[in-house]
């Protein structure tokens, strides 16, 4: 027995208000939910009973102690975690080998040699490169499709993970008294491959943004 539109929308009202706020594991949820329901309609059970005890299979308590679905959320989210890791490391293999970022990494390279003997230019670029990757993680986060998709927050990890190189290879070696900056060539090899992953990051997430939101607009429409 097919479920009304309405009785569709009373399931996935209950998933967000029981704590699935990540929309696309709310509608693949959504999706065995209503399955399931439709089943147990075919065998007699009344709507909300069967909306109930679906809820109840997949863990739901209802109780002061239960947790709702904070497990499934989690496992979930550790898939999708691992799985978008995997994604962008095989798109960044498979790019980095291009000649032309082959080339642009080299060019980077240079660039960073150069300057890193004039500490001045080199922090003016560092400096306006960390408030550029800022502005566009900041602005990303605030979009509601963004901040409310799982996917999509992870897309947007990989495109800032080269800003968690930088605190890595900056203030680690400090807290040991290694002054990094003392070392050209490490340092342009550093922040030639740095530059060239948000580069391939930002292209990732915007990839992932485009598809998402076609997939959103599928659902909304």
């Known amino acids: 027995m ?5 009785q ?3 399931i996935e009202n209950r998933l967000e208000n029981d704590g699935v706020k990540y929309w696309d594991i709310r509608i693949e949820m959504l999706d065995h939910v209503v399955t399931d329901v439709e089943n147990k309609l075919e065998n007699g059970e009344k709507f909300k009973n069967a909306v109930q005890n679906s809820f109840a299979s997949l863990g739901w308590k209802e109780n002061f102690n239960g947790s709702n679905f904070e497990g499934i959320m989690q496992r979930k989210q550790n898939v999708f975690a691992k799985e978008y890791r995997k994604r962008y490391w095989k798109y960044f293999k498979n790019s980095i080998i291009k000649t032309s970022s082959i080339v642009l ?4 390279v240079a660039l960073f040699y150069t300057i890193s003997f004039y500490s001045k230019i080199f922090k003016y670029t560092l400096f306006t490169y960390l408030i550029s990757m800022s502005i566009f993680i900041f602005y990303f986060l605030t979009k509601y499709r963004v901040y409310k998709s799982i996917q999509l927050n992870n897309a947007l990890t990989q495109a800032g993970f080269s800003l968690s190189i930088i605190n890595f290879f900056i203030y680690i070696p400090k807290m040991l008294g290694i002054d990094v900056f ?12 740095v530059f060239m992953q948000s580069i391939l990051g930002i292209q990732f997430f915007k990839k992932e943004y485009q598809k998402v939101n076609t997939t959103y607009k599928q659902l909304i429409s």
Do not use: R
Not at 2 to 6: A, P, Q, V
Not at 105 to 108: D, E, M, R
Not at 182 to 192: E, M, R, Y
């Open 2 to 6: 097919e479920l009304t539109e309405k």
């Open 8 to 10: 569709i929308q009373f």
């Open 105 to 108: 990494i080299l060019s980077f």
């Open 182 to 193: 003392k070392f050209p060539f490490l340092v342009a090899i550093v922040f030639g491959f």
